[in-house]
């Protein structure tokens, strides 16, 4: 592929600026016009296509498992006496602050409560603990195998074509087995662009989230006194320069230090939570809720509300279907992130690793501060729970968290350490979507210039100051769910070249081995039957031929002796 000028790759990078620079005019520039289209979006996609996503998702838990668990689980992406390139825990921290950071700290009191205090899924009924325990069940479908088979799908299709096959970091070369030399031109152009638009409307989802719970939290400790406009974009702002100082100094020095800081953060924070709260009960609940999601999982997987009517529907949209689209926005950025990351790992190893272990460390996450939403609620003084105009039960997300806080001993510190992580989270996200989103409008290079990185940079930051001026969480819910519905078909796409170009391998490795122990045989074989006409010939002619060949020497030099004579 032809650079332009500045290492750029004019077939993605412009129609991609073009796009988004579209987008931002319009949300910032005419916000009521804006939040009613992307309303209007929202429902045509939701209502025609939400069934699409319950199945596209379904279908990618199951390749991912089969991935995992097939005969090319061993092949490796690298070379194969490759050693990995970072430690498990460095890759586990910066695949985990790529993966959901952000989203993890905004939701993680606030979903299961929701769901528990609201009522808000029809058929979602109960008393108590009843109810609590299909609420915990719901938030780990949204969070669980799910999301990460969605990253895997990605993920484990451009660590093959970039480690294996030494293509370029672009999403284009993942579909290589498919269309071949065609993705060098206008085919793989418009592959990478849809990527580069998907990965910035997911990443502004994730700031815009981000930023509503740091300015919560900022006025939760009397640092302002309302949550406002103004102070929105002022936190996306000084954020966003702070992830574009991180970005800048790549992978191996700002964002693999700041992954690593936070993963320890959240670790302590997770770890107070759970022990200055009810202790025994968290963990118990942690290991029933597990049990419960298993028992649950299928049905839960393919639901689409079909007999709950309008607001079955509009429940999807808010919640399963946003999710899907959300995580699905986030493939580009997270599979190219941890396709960089993962060099030297098998096939086997990287889908372990993105399945299983987030996975689990998400499941602990929720029940934790879930656990103690519903303890509080069920068997303490409640109080996180409101009321709207209606009076009909209500709460804040944002809020949430420091509420819950709020109640434990050394609360204000916990809201601190709070808002410290989830700015971390905001800084991780940004730096590693800039630099990813970069990759891919260089054409693949995996050191992009530095000007493009705070280009892009910016240009997340502002698409997630229009998306919150257009209409706050909606807004974001929606950019997230239009910009997945494109590159969905590309994953599936993926998964069937996934399997063409692992299938190949695997088939040429078989030839080899096959063909390896037949030529061993052979020259067992061959060295066998002559050891053993050898030994036969000794046993049955060896010494007899011997002495009479001997004699038959002898006599003849000594006639020749006595004729010399």
């Known amino acids: 592929m032809n650079k332009g000028p500045g290492g750029i790759h004019p077939g993605v990078f412009w129609p991609s ?7 931002c005019v319009f949300t910032i520039g005419f916000p009521e016009a804006s939040d009613k289209a992307l309303g209007a979006i929202q429902d045509n996609i939701v209502g025609g296509f939400g069934w699409y996503y319950v199945v596209v998702v379904a279908v990618f838990v199951a390749f991912a498992l089969w991935m995992g668990l097939s005969r090319f689980g061993d092949i490796k992406l690298g070379q194969d006496e490759e050693e990995p390139e970072f430690g498990i825990f460095s890759w586990f921290s910066m695949l985990f602050a790529a993966g959901m950071g952000i989203g993890l700290v905004f939701w993680g009191a606030a979903e299961p409560l929701t769901f528990f205090a609201t009522d808000i899924k029809p058929g979602m009924t109960g008393e108590g603990p009843e109810l609590a325990q299909k609420a915990m069940a719901q938030v780990f479908l949204h969070w669980g195998f799910h999301a990460w088979a969605i990253y895997v799908v990605v993920g484990l299709a451009l660590a093959y074509a970039i480690h294996r096959k030494g293509r370029p970091a672009s999403i284009r070369w993942a579909l290589e087995p498919i269309f071949g030399d065609r993705v060098r031109g206008w085919v793989g152009d418009v592959i990478d662009t849809i990527a580069v638009v998907g990965t910035v409307a997911g990443i502004a989802t994730s700031l815009g989230l981000g930023v509503q719970q740091i300015s919560s939290g900022l006025v939760h400790l009397g640092l302002f006194d309302e949550v406002s406009d103004s102070l929105l974009v002022g936190a996306i702002v000084v954020i966003t320069v702070l992830a574009t100082a991180s970005v800048v100094s790549g992978v191996g020095r700002g964002i693999r230090w700041l992954s690593n800081t936070n993963l320890v953060l959240a670790a302590v924070f997770l770890l107070a939570l759970l022990l200055l709260g009810p202790t025994l009960f968290l963990l118990r609940e942690w290991i029933q809720s597990i049990g419960v999601y298993f028992q649950n999982v299928l049905p839960m997987t393919f639901s689409t509300n079909a007999f709950s009517g309008e607001a079955g529907q509009v429940w999807q949209g808010a919640w399963t279907t946003f999710y899907w689209g959300w995580w699905i926005s986030w493939a580009p950025f997270v599979g190219v992130f941890i396709a960089r990351i993962s060099r030297g790992r098998t096939v086997r190893e990287f889908v372990a690793g993105v399945l299983l272990v987030p996975t689990t460390v998400t499941f602990l996450w929720f029940s934790v501060l879930g656990g103690s939403a519903f303890y509080r609620e069920i068997f303490g003084e409640g109080g996180l729970v409101g009321t709207d105009e209606d009076g009909n039960p209500a709460l804040a997300a944002e809020q949430v968290l420091f509420d ?11 809201a601190g350490i709070a808002i410290v992580l989830v700015t971390i989270f905001f800084i991780t996200s940004s730096d590693s979507g800039s630099l990813v ?56 796409a993926m998964c069937w070249a996934t399997y063409k170009a692992l299938s190949g391998e695997h088939t040429a490795m078989v030839r080899a081995a096959r063909r390896q122990a037949r030529e061993e045989m052979a020259l067992d074989v061959s060295t066998e039957v002559t050891e053993e006409l050898t030994g036969n010939f000794d046993e049955h002619f060896g010494e007899p031929v011997e002495k009479n060949v001997e004699k038959h020497v002898g006599r003849h030099l000594k006639k020749l002796s006595e004729r010399n004579r």
């Open 17 to 23: 600026l073009i796009v988004l620079a579209i987008a």
């Open 437 to 492: 989103v970069d990759m891919l409008a260089s054409g693949g290079d995996p050191e992009p210039p530095t000007w493009s990185r705070v280009l892009w940079a910016g240009i997340e930051g502002v698409v997630a100051i229009g998306l919150l001026l257009a209409g706050g969480l909606g807004a974001l819910q929606t950019g997230a769910i239009i910009t997945a519905l494109p590159f969905s078909l590309i994953m599936v």
């Open 404 to 414: 819950l806080v709020e109640g434990l001993p050394a609360g204000g510190l916990l």
